[in-house]
């Protein structure tokens, strides 16, 4: 079985950029969330969607968006790229409200 | 004051060692707790999935939550070099979107020496 999927696993961007990083969820979970894993820390939660609908948002500024496909891919897409936004963005697939399964991550990197 | 509380180690043990990680926390409503085992520069990965007071037991590993006293723990036995990661605890919360999102500690780093 294929795991969580996600894509591209490292990028280098710009100040200012825009970004756009996507998720292939477990096959049947109909769930996914966006974290930032910054070096040293746990996971920040970013958004959560189910049934491509909005779920949850974390403490984070209108620059971070995202959004659920109909066949439960997700794309969360960061405008304005600051340096601080270097990080491990981490997508997981659940069914709701169960346990999360995480994929390997994009690595970030804002120069 | 951090909603959940995990002291980062460095730990380190000798092979066959048992070691015992923990988190506290201060958010009476976590419903469901969970521990997660992350290798450098890689996604975490669910070790143990738990949502009610006692112990839970999956072969090397056994998760231990005391939600009176606000503390989980997660005991590993018979420590294998392979062990040596970062372990993270996460506790989920319920949305009012309906939705659930996890808190994470800091994450505890281990090394299994030979």
């Known amino acids: 079985d294929a795991g969580v999927t996600q894509s591209p696993t490292h990028l280098i961007k710009t100040r200012g950029q825009h970004v756009t990083l996507r998720c292939s969820p477990i096959s049947g979970h109909k769930s996914v969330s966006w974290y930032q894993q910054v070096l040293g820390q746990g996971p920040q939660f970013i958004f959560q969607y189910y049934e491509k609908e909005e779920r949850g948002r974390g403490n984070f500024p209108d620059r971070f968006s995202a959004r659920q496909f109909p066949n439960y891919s997700s794309e969360l897409n960061v405008n304005a790229l600051l340096l601080g936004d270097s990080a491990l963005y981490l997508c997981a697939s659940s069914s709701i409200r169960t346990e999360a399964f995480f994929g390997q991550g994009t690595r970030l990197t804002v120069v | 004051q951090k909603e959940v509380e995990q002291d980062p180690g460095p730990l380190s043990v000798p092979e066959g060692a048992i070691v015992s990680l923990n988190c506290t926390y201060s958010n009476s409503a976590f419903q469901y707790f969970m521990w997660y085992r992350q290798y450098s520069r890689k996604g975490p990965e669910l070790l143990m999935y738990?949502?009610?007071?006692g112990n839970k037991e999956d072969g090397r590993f056994t998760a231990q939550v005391d939600k009176s006293s606000k503390y989980i723990s997660l005991f590993i036995r018979d420590s294998q070099p392979s062990d040596s990661a970062t372990y993270l605890c996460a506790m989920s919360l319920i949305l009012t979107g309906g939705g659930n999102k996890l808190t994470f500690g800091t994450g505890t780093q281990l090394k299994v020496e030979l």
């Open positions: 738990t949502y009610s007071s």
